[in-house]
């Protein structure tokens, strides 16, 4: 379940991943399959090619996209969150969240 999502915020991601950028968004989110996350961030891209070369950056695999819609996106939980986050110089968006940052 998602929340604490701003319709602005979800609209600009929408934006960018149209444009073949790859795109951030951030949120809360719960599912009983991951216990202890809170959070999720779907990196997505209109350009498939575009997005499994980034994710390949990370050691992502493409089948790991999720491509059932016209966002295709990686989610990206707990550690792997953080730690791409922090790469991306976009620690912030977990930071808005309340989530502690520091190692």
């Known amino acids: 379940m998602a929340f604490g999502l701003k319709r602005r915020t979800l609209i600009e991601w ?5 444009q073949g950028e790859i795109a951030f968004l951030t949120h809360f989110w719960i599912d009983e399959r991951f216990p ?3 959070s999720v961030t779907k990196v997505a891209c209109a350009d498939i090619s575009k997005l499994e070369s980034w994710g390949a950056r990370y050691g992502l695999k493409p089948e ?8 295709p ?5 707990g550690e792997r969150q953080k730690e791409i986050l922090r ?3 976009l620690e912030e968006q977990l930071s808005n969240l309340g989530h502690d940052f520091q190692q």
Do not use: M, N, S, V
């Open 14 to 18: 929408k934006r960018l991943a149209e």
């Open 36 to 38: 202890g996350c809170t």
């Open 64 to 71: 790991w996209i999720h491509r059932r819609d016209k966002y």
């Open 73 to 77: 996106h990686f989610d990206l939980l």
């Open 87 to 89: 790469k991306e110089g």
